[in-house]
């Protein structure tokens, strides 16, 4: 699990100045702090780097990329891990290949020229992104994994493209513009974002499960993109009936996830567990223990606020599992002192502290010195585990049910989860036009962000709000969801899909996953989201996902044995920080970074926000006649624009170029 970057020019014969690789890759040596390393190929125009991660093949030398394959054909940068890699590089051997290292990755180069790209994708099961350059077709070729577990961004610039794990790697080159857009600066303000793009103009993300194939054509780097992976559900017509085996999906979710575990245990280093009181990290941490001969370590996240602490229930569940438990326990002031740094790390705005929670957490997780734990996300996705999944049911997927009992299901939902409505759940209804249209309907997850359009416009500054005159966010966001996936699936279905391609990958792969885990040199490794264990859950009848208003229904019996009893009843409770109006001391954390970023000063000078509506938007949250619900979507709305404000500092204001240098320098990373 490391960091990559990338130079390839329009023109071959253009030089790359080696040392700018190296101050790219110095910028994140948090992603891998273990060594780094860079080639060019100055005849071709191309040059990589890479910051190093030891978890597969500890030996420094041995597994030090770029790797480069004999002929000097291909030349390879990767970030991620390939599970059953040691299966297909016996097998290659066995073909003949002779490899250099014990490393996972190098297995793509062999794969490649036996097979070409098409056939290497079907045979990589993990989270990755790779930068893949092959001279005999003169192309880059950018791949990201199946869900986005691994980030991976490009730009292009006067002399060709950039390309890197994260934003700050891209803009360390000084040929990369660092500006906000308009729209990216809009979707910040409500949280989601357009799949494939980010805050800035000109920046792209390569979509998870897509390739982006770079040519050279005439002299001009020429991109084009397309999709090798989708979330593909069944037709809703060839799901099973209510008298379906439930058996047969208990037995297969409970293999699937067994093997997932396993693959994951995979590693040359000590292979902990985050641990939540969810069903998900219980399950995960069950199946671990069980598959060792050791005690496994365990993390968990403990809040100073009853009504969102769950540390009761997993520490009865680390007691039944012999856990390694190691709890951090939150106060107010942790969050918001940690919230400036968190951002340079996400590269994006956060709703909630959570994100700075999971910060702090793999920051503990590296001083115990562990490099890898496995994590339960992904879970909520498959199996249906959101409120928003169990009112989209309510509301659209149970045509058979009598109006007065789905009527019954929803108040009980909405009474459970009133602590998360304004956030997890809508405030009231929100109908996208162009969501209708595409899918039928407007899916309860996404929801809550987009009904904050008409909060977050206002809060524009003037010159920014007149470029999105005319833009409606909903609109741009599904105009990018393929319409085959969706056509003539369940509701369910299509509800899922949406939230996979929105939240999971634009939230909680980010700023919960991926971004905080790497920010302290820790690989997250998430076992429901391999893709074996989801092309099995996409097969489970919805009414096996949720059946009745129980969510999760099938994943909770596959794991019934190894859960405590309390968390097999329990319905599912959304994991995330205490808001900062739950708590005094927090509010005046907010108060306090307010007047460094939100300050009359601060706002003009960046150009993003509309100074006398951020002072308005302070006094409708401090007002006591407005209602909870509102206060938790204000609470959001607030962290976005304190948000961007810090983005801005750490982006746009900053040097970064200078900045990549004066680190590269420290570190003694020379060319």
């Known amino acids: ?184 600066l809009y979707h910040q303000l409500i949280q989601v974002m357009v799949p494939g793009s980010t805050a800035f103009e000109g920046i792209n993300q390569v979509q998870p499960g897509y390739v982006v194939k770079l040519q050279r054509k005439n002299g001009k780097v020429v991109a084009s993109e397309h999709k090798y992976w989708d979330v593909d559900f069944p037709p809703e017509h060839s799901y099973p009936g209510a008298d379906v085996d439930e058996e047969e999906y208990i037995e297969g979710v409970r293999a699937k996830l067994l093997e997932a575990v396993q693959h994951r245990m995979t590693a040359d280093v000590p292979v902990g567990c985050y641990l939540s009181g969810g069903i998900d990290s219980c399950s995960i941490l069950g199946l671990a223990s069980a598959s060792t001969q050791t005690s496994v370590k365990a993390f968990t996240i403990g809040f100073d606020s009853d009504d969102y602490d769950e540390t009761p229930i997993a520490k009865e569940m680390a007691e039944a599992t012999n856990a390694d438990h190691h709890i951090m326990r939150l106060n107010a002031n942790d969050l918001y002192d940690h919230f400036v740094k968190t951002l340079w790390h996400t590269e994006r705005t956060i709703y909630n502290t959570l994100g700075v929670a999971k910060y702090l957490m793999s920051q503990q997780v590296h001083e115990a010195g562990y490099k890898v734990v496995m994590t339960g996300e992904g879970s909520d996705e498959l199996f249906a585990g959101y409120p928003a999944f169990r009112k989209d049911m309510f509301l659209h997927g149970l045509d058979h049910l009598p109006e007065v009992e789905r009527v019954e299901w929803q108040e009980l939902l909405e009474k459970n989860n009133a602590l998360f409505k304004g956030a997890m759940l809508a405030r009231e209804e929100f109908v996208s036009d162009a969501f209708n249209k595409k899918m039928g309907f407007t899916p309860s997850c996404v929801q809550p962000w987009l009904s904050c359009s008409s909060v977050a416009l206002p ?47 634009g939230q909680i792969l980010t700023w919960g996953g991926d971004r905080v885990d790497m920010a302290n040199s820790m ?149």
């Not at 192309?139 to 610039?157: A, C, H, M, N």
């Open 459 to 505: 809060l524009m500054s003037a010159e920014k709000r007149q470029q999105v005159e005319h833009y409606d966010p909903s609109e741009a966001i599904a105009d990018t969801l393929d319409e085959t996936m969706l056509e003539g699936r369940h509701p369910l279905d299509r509800a899922q899909y949406v939230w996979i391609k929105t939240m999971l990958e």
């Open 1 to 184: 699990m490391c960091g990559i970057a990338g130079v390839f020019h329009h023109q071959t014969e253009r030089d790359i100045d080696p040392q700018t690789l190296v101050n790219m890759a110095a910028i994140m040596h948090h992603r891998g702090p273990d060594g780094f390393g860079y080639k060019i190929q100055p005849e071709r125009g191309v040059g990589f780097s890479h910051a190093r991660l030891s978890i597969i093949d500890l030996d420094e030398n041995r597994g030090r990329q770029p790797f480069m394959s004999a002929d000097k054909r291909l030349m390879l940068t990767h970030n991620g891990e390939f599970y059953d890699f040691k299966r297909i590089r016996a097998d290659l051997t066995a073909r003949g290949a002779n490899f250099n290292s014990k490393s996972d990755s190098e297995i793509v180069l062999h794969l490649f020229e036996r097979y070409g790209l098409e056939e290497t994708l079907k045979e990589l099961r993990g989270e990755f992104a790779f930068g893949l350059f092959d001279a005999e077709d003169d192309s880059l070729y950018l791949v990201r994994d199946r869900f986005g577990i691994k980030p991976l961004y490009w730009t292009e610039t006067e002399h060709g493209v950039v390309f890197g794990s994260e934003l700050k790697v891209l803009f360390a080159h000084p040929d990369v513009k660092r500006q906000f857009s308009a729209e990216g």
């Open 523 to 671: 690989e997250a490794r998430p076992a429901f989201l391999d893709h074996h264990l989801a092309e099995y859950a996409f097969t489970v009848p919805p009414h096996l996902r949720i059946k009745g208003n129980k969510e999760k229904y099938v994943l909770r019996e596959a794991m019934k044995g190894l859960l405590p009893e309390t968390l097999y009843k329990r319905e599912k409770f959304a994991f995330m920080a205490p808001p900062a109006h739950t708590d005094p001391e927090k509010w005046k954390a907010v108060e306090k970074l307010a007047e460094q970023f939100l300050s009359k000063d601060a706002v003009e000078s960046a150009g993003l926000l509309d100074y006398d509506e951020v002072v308005r938007t302070f006094e409708r949250h401090q007002d006591e006649n407005v209602p909870n619900e509102e206060r938790v979507q204000l609470d959001a709305v607030i962290n976005h624009m304190l948000g961007v404000q810090v983005l801005h500092h750490h982006f746009v204001a900053t040097d970064v170029p200078q900045q990549a240098a004066q680190r590269a320098k420290e570190l003694g990373w020379t060319a």
